[in-house]
Nanobody
Framework: QVQLVESGGGLVQPGGSLRLSCAAS????????MYWYRQAPGKQRELVAY???????NYADSVKGRFTISRNNAKNMVYLQMNSLKPEDTAVYYC?????????WGQGTQVTVSS
């Protein structure tokens, strides 16, 4: 059974930074692509970034140049460093992994960008 636990969210002023963490259980981590999604109130969940097992990364256009995804396979952790935050980045952020066709999600962590 795969379990994902996000942490690191909070309230930050525009222009500030936060680092989200996702702790993953299960032996698939080293081989799996890890994803960060977000869902703002009244909006659909959207892909923010992903990182492959070989550390190739991809970002949504809205976060390119501001967010950085990384992973530590020894610790089964994936991170999302978020800089130059904007009010429109306010959302619940989720990490996700796919194993044998099943999508596993964490419980999410709230990020609020407001002055």
């Amino acid at each position: 059974q795969v379990q994902l636990v996000e942490s690191g969210g909070g309230l930050v002023q525009p222009g500030g930074s936060l680092r989200l963490s996702c702790a993953a259980s299960g032996s698939i981590f080293r081989l799996a692509t890890m994803y960060w999604y977000r869902q703002a109130p009244g909006k659909q969940r959207e892909l923010v970034a992903y990182i492959t097992s070989g550390a190739n990364t991809n970002y949504a256009d809205s976060v390119k140049g501001r967010f950085t995804i990384s992973r530590n396979n020894a610790k089964n952790m994936v991170y999302l460093q978020m800089n130059s935050l904007k009010p429109e980045d306010t959302a619940v952020y989720y990490c996700k992994v796919v194993d044998l066709g099943t999508h596993y999600w964490g419980q999410g962590t709230q990020v609020t960008v407001s002055s």
